[in-house]
């Protein structure tokens, strides 16, 4: 067998070794630590409630639909009602970039293409292991059953 074949081989199977899988999947680690303030263990999602710019706005509904759809708990934090956290987000990143962001455990992870991107391939739920659940707050009308 020649040796770059066999060189391949071995990168294929050690892909499969330690935290990151084979493939596109990634690790935490992988990410760029970036660290917003008070995001060291949870997930800070920076979005905005203004339906100004319709994709934006639809971007920022996506990304948050796709982590409460895995009931996750998020710590919201909308840059058009709180000018301190668009300064806390262009601080982290180094430069003003469009919402929404989404930051794990200081790790950010990217915009709406991003993690739609890893929700689609799965290591999006891969990422969110260990975080703690969404809260289960009874609504007054159903009980807090899903219907």
Aim: net charge negative; proline share 3%; aromatic share 6%.
């Amino acid at each position: 067998m020649d040796t770059n074949l066999h060189q391949r081989i071995e990168d294929l199977q050690s892909g499969f070794k330690g935290n990151v899988a084979c493939g596109n999947r990634k690790g935490l680690e992988e990410f760029e630590l970036r660290c917003p303030p008070g995001s060291e263990d949870k997930i800070v999602l920076y979005y905005t409630s203004l339906r100004g710019i319709r994709a934006t706005y639809e971007n920022c509904c996506l990304v948050r639909s796709i982590l409460k759809g895995l009931r996750v708990q998020i710590d919201e934090r909308d840059v058009w009602l709180h000018s301190d956290f668009r300064e806390e987000l262009a601080n982290a990143l180094g430069k003003m970039m469009p919402v929404p962001r989404l930051f794990i455990k200081g790790r950010h992870i990217g915009g709406a293409e991003d993690v739609k991107r890893l929700h689609e391939e799965g290591t999006l739920k891969e990422l969110l292991n260990g975080l703690p659940d969404e809260l289960n707050e009874e609504c007054d009308a159903c009980g807090g059953r899903l219907l």
